[in-house]
């Protein structure tokens, strides 16, 4: 049997990742193949608890706090991670590249130090394709405006966000191959079609 690929969703608030991936899930599902769907920060239930006290808007850690507190959330889902790596298809809402795009571009926390913690945790496991969701700043203001509650991540300025945005896309640059680009500004129903064959590929 193939080994079965490690498929994560990035991109910044409001670039349409989540929904992307739903429509993945629900794709499998109709097609009746066996997968795994899990986001970051979050996916187990400790990784989970993780997830409350980081994104919880009375929370004011430091950006080095923070970083540990990711890296904490996803040595939580490591031992899952394991288990299905190769044997199922693993769909990732957010991995390693957010780490990097937000603490480091976005934070400015030493990259050296995200990098080797990552790799500590990750070991064998490597990402196979990503997904890179990007957005126009109006469209990312118009669709975070329209969320019912904004948790402490969707509070920065907009700089913030274009900064996170580039750094996504110089790790896509470095290896072209492993990735896709959604312009999440252009039609969604094109886009929806676009990553379901891409998916068909990878599968
Ligand atoms: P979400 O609402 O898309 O699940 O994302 C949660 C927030 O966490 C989002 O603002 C991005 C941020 N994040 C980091 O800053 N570093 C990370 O390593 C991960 C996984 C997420």
Redesign the pocket.
């Known amino acids: 049997m193939s080994k079965k690929p490690l498929i994560v969703f990035e991109g ?2 409001g670039s349409g ?2 929904y992307h991936i739903l429509n993945v899930s629900k794709y499998l599902d109709k097609k009746k193949i066996d997968y795994i769907k899990l ?4 996916g187990c239930k400790n990784s989970e608890k993780i ?1 409350k006290l ?2 919880n808007n009375k929370s004011s850690f430091d950006k080095n706090t ?2 540990l507190l ?2 904490a ?2 040595s939580e889902n490591i031992n899952l991670l394991k288990k299905n790596y190769g044997k199922k298809i693993i769909l990732i ?4 590249d ?6 480091h571009y ?2 400015g926390v030493n990259l050296k130090l995200i990098n080797m913690i990552n790799k500590f945790l990750l070991k064998e496991i490597k990402v196979d394709f990503t997904f890179l969701n990007v957005v126009k700043k109006n469209n990312m203001i118009k669709r975070l405006k329209k969320r019912k509650s904004l ?1 402490r ?2 509070r920065f300025d907009n700089s913030f966000y274009s900064k ?1 945005q580039r750094g996504f896309l110089k790790l896509a640059k470095k290896d072209k191959k492993k990735y896709l680009i959604i312009n999440s500004n252009l039609d969604i129903e094109i886009n929806k079609s676009l990553i379901i064959e891409k998916i068909k590929k990878l599968i």
Not at 39 to 42: L, N, Q, S, T, Y
Request: charged share 30%; glycine share 6%; net charge neutral.
């Open positions: 910044i608030e990742k989540s986001r970051e920060p979050g997830r980081i994104l923070d970083l990711y890296l959330a996803r809402d957010r991995f390693i957010s780490t990097v795009s937000y603490q976005g934070l948790n991540y969707d996170v």
